[in-house]
């Protein structure tokens, strides 16, 4: 909800994550909000309902059936809480959004996030060289993606539960 993005706005550009993305303004993720191609969600962890972090997802509509996951930052790091929203993503992307490829982008710079994608069955595509200009130089952009027949295959083999 537009009630949600100053918490948004404030772990886009908390120093933690800052490196691994590219914020938006207010006014994007108003956009994202409000135009039925995008979902925005607040992920929310433990027992009540504490926001942790957020999602984006984009292509939502697509005639392609290509779903992106265009963000996710989460506050609490290494607890497990990314591997679980990754499949709650893939499940949503395939299942309730009948994606028939689901991809992303990740900074080369980004191992965590890499290892996380690889390690849930996301393939990589290739690299856009010099995509992102940082500070000081550029860094490079990985494409990785997953397509439904990889993802019915990973379900059959129960590597989607949980
Ligand atoms: C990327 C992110 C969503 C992952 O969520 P998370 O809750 O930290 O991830 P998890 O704890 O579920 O899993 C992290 C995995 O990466 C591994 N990892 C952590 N640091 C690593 C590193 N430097 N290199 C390689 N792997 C690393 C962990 O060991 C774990 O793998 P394992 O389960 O096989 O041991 C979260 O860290 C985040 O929001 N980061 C900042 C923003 C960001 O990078 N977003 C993604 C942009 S594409």
Redesign the pocket.
């Known amino acids: 909800m537009l009630s949600d993005l100053d918490f948004v706005l404030g772990v886009e550009r908390d120093a933690a994550?800052l490196p691994?993305?590219t914020p938006w303004e207010r006014t994007q993720h108003e956009g994202a909000v409000r135009f039925p191609d995008f979902r925005h969600f607040i992920v929310e962890a433990g027992t009540g309902t504490q926001a942790a972090?957020f999602v984006i997802l984009q292509g939502c509509r697509s005639p392609h059936r290509a779903v992106e996951l265009k963000r996710?930052?989460?506050q609490a790091?290494?607890?497990?809480?990314?591997?679980a929203c990754v499949r709650l993503l893939k499940r949503m992307a395939f299942r309730d959004l009948r994606a028939h490829r689901f991809w992303?982008d990740?900074k080369s710079r980004?191992?965590?996030?890499q290892?996380?994608y690889e390690?849930e069955g996301f393939v990589v595509e290739g690299t856009l060289r010099d995509a992102v200009r940082l500070d000081e130089g550029y860094d490079s952009l990985v494409v990785m993606s997953m397509l439904e027949g990889e993802y019915a295959e990973r379900v059959a083999a129960d590597q989607e539960s949980g």
Do not use: D, M, Y
Not at 77 to 83: D, F, N, T
Not at 110 to 113: E, G, H, K, Y
């Open positions: 994550n691994f993305i972090g996710i930052v989460l790091k290494g607890q497990g809480l990314g591997r992303l990740v980004n191992l965590r996030a290892h996380l390690s």
